[in-house]
Nanobody
Framework: QVQLMESGGGSALTGGSLRLSCQVS????????MAWFRQSPGKEREGIGTIDSVGYTTSADSMKDRFTISKDNDANTVYLEMNNLKPDDTAVYFC??????????????????WGPGTQVTVSS
């Protein structure tokens, strides 16, 4: 049974930083494309970036200067490092996975497995 569990969300001030984690179990590590998404109230789920089986990352243009995706193969964990946070970053953040060595975009329909999400709230 594939399970994804995000952690590390919480409150931050404008300009602050948070690191989210996504612990993964039930799948063969390094055979999956992993991705981070976020969703604010009343908005569609938005793709942040991906990391593929060999660690190659892609990021949405609007966030690539502040957000970094990485992974720890020994811990079966994917990370999202967020810096210089802004109130507009307030959202529920999700990690997702699809069985694929290489990632092919941030369309939500491409991803099979999702975590329950973790709330990030940024205040000024």
């Amino acid at each position: 049974q594939v399970q994804l569990m995000e952690s590390g969300g919480g409150s931050a001030l404008t300009g602050g930083s948070l690191r989210l984690s996504c612990q993964v179990s039930g799948l063969i590590w390094n055979t999956y494309c992993m991705a981070w998404f976020r969703q604010s109230p009343g908005k569609e789920r938005e793709g942040i970036g991906t990391i593929d089986s060999v660690g190659y990352t892609t990021s949405a243009d609007s966030m690539k200067d502040r957000f970094t995706i990485s992974k720890d193969n020994d811990a079966n964990t994917v990370y999202l490092e967020m810096n210089n946070l802004k109130p507009d970053d307030t959202a529920v953040y999700f990690c997702a996975a699809v069985l694929a060595y290489w990632c092919s975009g941030l369309e939500t329909s491409k991803y099979t497995f999702w975590g329950p999400g973790t709330q990030v709230t940024v205040s000024s």
